[in-house]
């Protein structure tokens, strides 16, 4: 099919595996993320599938910087049909008695303020389409207690009351919204949690890819729950 992904930190881990899977299936690709090396080498690699890929320079939990990717990714691509808010990062290991508030509000910022900025900003063009999927990748996390990692749990279940809160919203525009949450993934991100990987990226887009194109609409406001 034809169309447009917009996938914020796909620099790596499921972010990449989202990015290829959905150009495998035709889909230009916006691929959101701080620029690096591995940022470019995954843009290369969508382009070999023979299918548009812009990289654009962002920081999710910019307002500012979410404004102008969303600008440049509507002006050459078009207005998205797939959003795959992926950009995440943890800090593990302390408790919450421990844990600084600029560490804890770091994460909430891109975990949590970051889908909320893109979804806010592409959400006009989507609108204006009348069709369109946002996808919120979430983890087991969002619904299970995680000592330790506090901010980590808090980001991603509230990220799921906003996925099901716009679902509501969205509800007779011809968009959905949908929450994909996996357990331990073999991620740069595992590493240090003490949990072995019970799955991979690869799977975890798989998932994704059926979310964002082949879902019902009806799947509009559920938590998709991998647990391996």
């Known amino acids: 099919m034809s169309g447009v992904a917009v996938v914020t930190g ?15 299936r035709g889909l230009s690709v916006a691929l959101l993320g701080r620029p690096s090396p591995r940022l470019d080498e995954v843009t290369d690699e969508v382009r070999r599938l023979d299918v548009s890929a812009l990289p654009v320079p962002c920081d999710v939990a910019s307002e500012d910087q979410v404004a102008r990717a969303a600008a440049e990714v509507v002006a050459w691509l078009g207005a998205p049909h797939v959003i795959v808010n992926n950009a995440g990062i943890v800090r593990r290991g302390t ?32 609108l204006a ?15 299970i207690a995680s000592p330790g990692n506090a901010s980590y749990a808090a980001s991603k279940w509230g990220l799921v009351g906003f996925s099901k809160s716009l679902a509501e ?3 007779g525009t011809g968009l ?26 690869d799977e975890v887009a798989q998932l994704i890819a059926y979310a964002a194109l082949d879902a019902p609409d009806a799947v509009t406001g559920s938590a998709l729950e991998m647990f391996g």
């Open 10 to 24: 796909p620099s790596r881990g499921i972010g990449r595996a989202a990015a290829l899977a959905l150009a495998r």
């Open 95 to 126: 408790r919450v008695h421990e844990t600084s508030p600029a560490a804890w509000d770091e994460v909430i910022a891109v975990n949590l303020r970051g889908p909320y900025l893109v979804s806010r900003a592409f959400l006009p063009a989507m």
């Open 129 to 143: 389409r009348g069709r369109g999927r946002l996808v919120h990748v979430g983890s087991i996390s969002s619904t």
């Open 169 to 171: 919203e969205l509800r």
């Open 176 to 201: 959905q919204s949908i929450a994909v949450l996996p357990g331990s993934v073999d991620t740069d991100m595992l590493a240090g949690s003490g949990f072995p990987p019970q799955m991979s990226a």
